[in-house]
T-cell receptor, first 108, second 114 residues
Framework: SQQGEEDPQALSIQEGENATMNCSYKTSINNLQWYRQNSGRGLVHLILIRSNEREKHSGRLRVTLDTSKKSSSLLITASRAADTASYFC????????FGTGTRLQVFP | NAGVMQNPRHLVRRRGQEARLRCSPM?????VYWYRQLPEEGLKFMVYLQKENIIDESGMPKERFSAEFPKEGPSILRIQQVVRGDSAAYFC????????????FGPGTRLTVL
């Protein structure tokens, strides 16, 4: 079965609001990564957080990692219509294992 | 510096035909990964290759699917005798040596089997 599972499956918000997506995984990891996929396109790497890190920031993105709960969250602040995409977490033990994704829709 | 390139972007095949998908990694990257994405699902790992070697093919279906990464030229994912269930987006990613987790993805090939 998939290692990562994102929650919620779909999220709709207004521009300017924050979007929070969660990812849970099952086994121990070396690191966890978040990717974005625009409709019909390839994946774009957003951020990597290592297993010994608890929080990481990159621009409007904030990622947390709780290895005791085997979960991670991705927060997008001040969302824009251009953030509309699917967001996947991927965990790495010996290979990347992707979750099923959260489909984010940001309305202008 | 060109990114990962895949061709064709779209491929239509009839049942029983062969599909060949090509992936050219980023310059300097010697590791290639193939993933399959079914509609409304995440990416599923298929195979990991280095030049002339298959390192991990644990995600490859046992039959009809094969992959290679020759010394010269792109990596090829080959699907023989395609069936409708093979319809999916196939993504290739590449990474530099010793940085296997830093994978850069190509735009994908969308295979439709009629």
């Amino acid at each position: 079965s998939q290692q990562g599972e994102e929650d919620p499956q779909a999220l709709s918000i207004q521009e300017g609001e924050n979007a929070t997506m969660n990812c849970s995984y099952k086994t121990s990891i070396n690191n966890l990564q978040w990717y974005r996929q625009n409709s019909g396109r390839g994946l774009v790497h957003l951020i990597l957080i290592r297993s010994n890190e608890r929080e990481k920031h990159s621009g409007r993105l904030r990622v947390t990692l709780d290895t005791s709960k085997k979960s991670s969250s991705l927060l997008i602040t001040a969302s824009r219509a251009a953030d509309t995409a699917s967001y996947f977490c991927a965990t790495d033990s010996d290979k990347l294992i992707f979750g099923t994704g959260t489909r984010l829709q940001v309305f202008p | 510096n060109a990114g990962v390139m895949q061709n064709p972007r779209h491929l239509v095949r009839r049942r029983g035909q062969e599909a060949r998908l090509r992936c050219s990694p980023m310059k300097g990257h010697s590791h290639v990964y193939w993933y399959r994405q079914l509609p409304e699902e995440g990416l599923k790992f298929m195979v990991y290759l280095q030049k002339e070697n298959i390192i991990d093919e644990s995600g490859m279906p046992k039959e009809r699917f094969s992959a290679e990464f020759p010394k010269e030229g792109p990596s090829i994912l080959r699907i023989q005798q395609v069936v409708r269930g093979d319809s999916a987006a196939y993504f290739c990613a590449s990474s530099p040596p010793r940085l296997r987790n830093e994978q850069f993805f190509g735009p994908g090939t969308r295979l439709t089997v009629l």
